[in-house]
């Protein structure tokens, strides 16, 4: 199993296993996703613009672990509160990971851990880093299937997660 590295640029890294290619991030622990709900019932989703896809994605607050010096130590679950609060504006009561699988194990070797926050308290407007520019949205539950049709409907891509998320906590 001897690791070939193809390509390595600030983040990622192209590397070759065998007759396999895939990507992998540089100084990372893992990526923690947040399904953020709250008491009355509404879903905390964001937007923001991806390069890669040119678009603007409806997705889960999420973020790498231990991608920078100061973020090196820290557990998964202190990572997904801090991106939390970061993103979205909400600190949780309670963060309950649920699930730890790969994202796509055919093309990158990163791993995925999902928490359901609860217990939200809104300490400021959210909107990310400096890097970021992000849109905070509460949707009811009751009206998420439709709310995301639309913003398909806009040109938005939504975030497969979502629904994911939707899948968990209807087992909680």
Not at 4 to 31: C, D, M, Q
Request: hydrophobic share 40%.
């Amino acid at each position: 199993n001897e690791k070939r590295v193809l390509f390595s640029g600030e983040f990622l890294r192209l590397v070759r296993v065998h007759n396999w290619e895939f990507i992998e991030r540089a100084n990372i622990k893992g990526i923690a996703v947040i399904f953020p709900v709250t008491e009355d019932g509404k879903v905390i989703l964001i937007e923001q613009y991806r390069i890669p896809l040119d678009c603007v994605i409806v997705e889960l607050p999420a973020g790498v672990v231990g991608d920078k010096s100061e973020f090196a130590h820290e557990s998964i679950e202190v990572a997904a509160r801090r991106e939390l609060l970061e993103e979205t504006g909400f600190e949780a009561k309670e963060m309950r990971q649920v699930a730890t699988w790969p994202i796509s194990s055919a093309t990158c070797s990163d791993t995925l851990s999902f928490f359901i926050a609860t217990g939200l308290k809104q300490v400021h407007a959210g909107g990310g880093d400096e890097t970021e520019s992000i849109t905070v949205h509460a949707v009811s539950l009751k009206d998420i299937s439709a709310w995301l049709k639309r913003k398909e409907q806009e040109g938005r891509y939504i975030e497969p997660k979502i629904y994911s998320g939707l899948y968990f906590l209807s087992q909680l």
